[in-house]
């Protein structure tokens, strides 16, 4: 069974760079799309980003186009989300989820994504 763990949070002052990680266990990502979603205190979960199994198209939301870059390395079994030029308005709780069809990914449908890791917390704050 599919398992995913994120990593790679932590506090950062606006204008820096984070990197997260997802990582697979219990099975190969290479046939699923990976996508990035975030929950800010008070809001609803909302989508970031996602990139598919099949050619590595990568979707973002418009708030990120810019600053947050999604990347696979199949070979690690791992997912990135480089994110840069952060801002308070990306605190959140990160989450990364897998989903076989891509259409699901590049519409952020976070709902038809059935397997999710715990999140990692990325306060952006002075």
């Known amino acids: 069974q599919l398992q995913l763990v994120e990593s790679g949070g932590g506090l950062v002052q606006p204008g820096g760079s984070l990197r997260l990680s997802c990582a697979a266990f219990?099975?190969?990502?290479?046939?699923?799309?990976i996508g990035w979603f975030r929950q800010a205190p008070g809001k609803e979960r909302e989508g970031v980003s996602c990139?598919?199994?099949?050619?590595?198209?990568?979707y973002y939301v418009d708030s990120v186009k810019g600053r947050f870059t999604i990347s696979r390395d199949n070979a690690k079994n791992t997912v990135y989300l480089q994110m840069n030029s952060l801002r308070p308005e990306d605190t959140a709780v990160y989450s990364c989820a897998a989903v076989i069809r891509t259409s699901y990914c590049s519409r952020l449908v976070l709902n038809k994504f059935p397997s999710w890791g715990q999140g990692t917390q990325v306060p952006v704050s002075s």
């Open positions: 990139i598919s199994s099949s050619d590595g198209s990568a």
């Open positions: 219990g099975s190969t990502l290479d046939y699923f799309a």
